[in-house]
């Protein structure tokens, strides 16, 4: 083959591989990922625990690793290093990522919304402003 034709054959390829990795890296918004937190607050706080943990420091941590957290034996078994990806696929339905977890959430599944969701934690996960001391 020429190099005409490898081009011919190969940039379907790429533009199909382009499109399948551009749509799974959606750009968030902490402002509106803000406003989407607040249905979280019942349970979560950037700064502190509550009925679920803290979430300073969220991004690089191991699940289920907050000292003074009683977390299930499901999420401290899970192993999941919390990353946009981890957080992305958890929040889109927590009960299938984590099978015995007791957060009682059935997740989020709009795909813009959980990357906005993402952004805002993102934002306040390593905030020094309110993640002192909060690790």
Known sequence: ?????ISLVLAPVAFIIS?????NCLEGSPEAGNQ???SCIACHSPER???????????????????GFEYST???EASIIWNTETLDRFLESPLTIVP?????FAGIKDDKK??????YLKSVSDSPGICVNNR
Do not use: W
Request: hydrophobic content about 35%; charged content about 15%; aromatic content about 6%.
């Open 1 to 5: 083959m020429y190099n005409s034709e």
């Open 100 to 104: 015995g977890t007791t957060m009682g």
């Open 49 to 67: 625990n509550r009925t679920g943990p803290r979430h300073c420091g969220l991004f690089g941590r191991k699940s289920g690793s907050v000292s």
């Open 19 to 23: 499109l399948a990795a551009s749509s």
């Open 114 to 119: 959980r990357q906005d969701l993402i952004a």
């Open 74 to 76: 499901a999420m401290r």
């Open 36 to 38: 989407i937190y607040a």
